[in-house]
């Protein structure tokens, strides 16, 4: 399942993280790189060890933490601490999948990479190319949303990023481990989610229907998740 999760940063919030990012001191794209991945990537990053990535990792966390369509697409159990890069000059990264299994440095923290997530944190104007291009059973898409968006998408999909020819592409990149660890399990609960929702929209929530629906929906997330 691939989907936009709209304005998870207001523009406020996107200024804040800016703000952070924008004054730090960045290094060579390729520091978090597997062997794979370091052939095709010509970016920069920011240390992700940083007091500056920290502190916008936080901002980014919380604002995860009240959006609502994350929460129900996603399923979140863990968050890789988010981590942040800019595209300038022709830089690009080539098609790639990432690593199933990522570890943060220094700590015995790690995650299962079962979805994967682009916010972009600069306008679509302010930069040309640098599209996000991912690959998939849905097919191919070619993504650029704008600043505080976000993208959603399988982390075994094929993926990359287009050269950014003018302008600068600023964006935090995190991974997902769902409580549901099959991606077609979460498209239903998340179908199912979506028309609970619709239906307590008219009926209210203790209606019948919705209520039953609700159930449904909770045996199949007890069913499918491991927490």
Known sequence: MMISIPDVLDADGVAR??????????????????????LAKRNEQ???????????????????????????????LKVFPPLFNRYAGGQAFGMHVDNAIRIRRGSDFRIRSDLSATLFLEPPEAYDGGELVVEDRFGVQ??????????????????????VTRGTRTASFFWIQSMVRDD???????????????????????????????GVYHNLLRRWADV
């Open 17 to 38: 993280i800016r703000a952070l990012i924008d004054a730090a001191d960045w290094i060579d794209g390729n520091a978090t790189s597997g062997a794979q991945s370091a």
């Open 46 to 76: 920011l240390p992700e060890d940083s007091d500056a990535a920290r502190r916008a990792g936080h901002l980014v966390l919380d604002a995860l933490s009240a959006a609502p369509l994350f929460v129900a697409a996603a399923l979140p």
């Open 142 to 163: 070619s993504v650029k949303l704008p600043a505080g968006h976000m993208l959603l998408y399988p982390a075994s999909s094929l993926h990359r990023v287009e050269p």
């Open 184 to 214: 077609g399990a979460r498209r239903i609960l998340f179908d199912l989610d979506s028309a609970v929702q619709s239906v307590a929209a008219t009926q209210g929530q203790g209606d019948a229907a919705v209520v039953q629906l609700t």
